[in-house]
């Protein structure tokens, strides 16, 4: 009875130490497979603010420093592109990225900005190779512009994007020469913060000299990503994604369950909640993965397909928070960011279960974008400062 009664204890004791970490382990009813050993425990810890950022914490770190956007080169080579109240001009904003060569041990901060142009906001970065490279968004007095990179960061070009209506909200670059644009209008001309309104899907063949609409669509777009050069998504406003086979050359829309209807809309129904696919992403070209928040609800949808978007299945509803962005390095490990919450999620299983990561922060800034190289180097971004995966 003794010895039954120590080995009671025992299992308390070890069950405690489990649950007891800053993850917390969840695994779906319907997955029968039970694990001996659970994943290491993981957090995601403050690795960069920027040295302008002194004395600032909270809201007002948040709204002085904004990073949208992350291109992830190797575990070694990363790029942040965001923008920051003007340090000669607190009421302007300029473009700002920020490099590291040594996975995050040290970061360089390089100021965006042009002469006579201001509130400089960039909402979208990508890089062809480690040294050429773009970062997209607006100012005070045009539509959209481009910055653009040949040597690795050191300088930036300005250029303005002529002939392009629209706010410049992602890119994405195959190669040095070809890649694709996406952004926002307004549906509500008394609304300038409104993204729901249709939009052209943009292409470059000539390294971003130049800007073509390959479709015009009755929605905003969001995020594209294109595991290989023929295959690509598009995903945005009113729970819409687009699939090209071409290039571009032709887009068609595949059904993800969350689209608003043309015309009527059933109230209560997924389309009802106007849902915005901000992020997806496809680690090959046949399993990818969407995450959308809702405009009329705090509420979030995960999505995954098997078949390149043949068909599209809610794989998880989020109650009390939209989904912001995701990245998956493979068909079956992958993370997904929140709008709100102490937690960024892990999947090993391709989304049948998560594990909670906690932010090791003294305050929940709003989050933008995530991005890998392995399970060792993962970094997300967002207001105010840049946060990197540590395995305890």
């Not at 290989?228 to 032709?250: E, F, P, Q, R, V």
């Amino acid at each position: 009875m003794h010895r039954n009664k120590q080995l009671g204890l025992l299992t308390i004791v070890l069950c405690v130490a489990l649950i007891s970490g800053s993850c917390k382990w969840f695994r779906g009813s319907s997955n029968k497979n039970t694990s001996i050993n659970p994943p290491k425990l993981a957090r995601w810890v403050p690795q960069y603010r920027s040295p302008l950022a002194q004395g600032l914490t909270g809201n007002e770190l948040a709204e002085s420093f904004y990073y949208s956007s992350i291109a992830v080169l190797s575990p070694s080579l990363v790029y942040v592109g965001g923008d920051m109240r003007n340090p000669k001009n607190k009421a302007d904003r300029v473009g700002v990225v920020v490099k590291t060569t040594d996975g995050g041990q040290t970061w360089s901060e390089t100021v965006l900005e042009q002469q006579g142009v201001a509130q400089i906001s960039i909402t979208g970065m990508a890089f062809a190779n480690p040294e050429i490279g773009y970062a997209v968004g607006r100012a005070k007095d045009t539509s959209g512009i481009m910055f653009k990179t040949t040597d690795g960061g050191k300088t930036w070009s300005f250029s303005r994007l002529a002939g392009v209506n629209q706010t410049p909200l992602c890119i994405f670059m195959v190669d040095a020469e070809t890649g694709w644009m996406g952004g926002s209008t307004s549906a509500d001309p008394e609304d300038d913060e409104d993204e729901n309104g249709p939009s052209d899907l943009l292409a470059t063949t000539d390294g971003g000299k130049t800007w073509q609409s390959q479709i015009r669509l009755p929605m905003s777009v969001f995020d594209i990503e294109f595991p290989d050069k023929m295959a690509g998504w598009a995903s945005g406003s009113k729970g819409a994604i687009y699939h090209t086979t071409n290039g571009g050359l032709a887009w068609d829309k595949q059904k993800s369950e969350l689209e608003a209807g043309d015309a009527f809309t059933l109230p209560g129904s997924e389309g009802a909640k106007m849902f915005k696919i901000s992020g997806i992403s496809f680690p090959d070209a046949e399993h990818g993965y969407a995450a959308a928040r809702a405009n009329e609800e705090d509420t979030g949808r995960i999505l995954g397909t098997s078949n390149g978007g043949a068909s599209w299945a809610k794989q998880r509803i989020i109650a009390d928070s939209g989904a912001r962005d995701l990245f998956f390095l493979n068909a079956n490990e992958g993370w997904i960011l929140t709008e709100k919450g102490a937690y960024i999620y892990h999947t090993l299983d391709g989304n049948k279960t998560w594990l909670s990561e906690k932010k090791d922060l003294e305050f929940d800034p709003p989050l933008a974008r995530l991005g890998a190289a392995d399970a060792q180097h993962a970094w997300a971004v967002g207001g105010g400062v840049i946060l990197v995966r540590q395995s305890d």
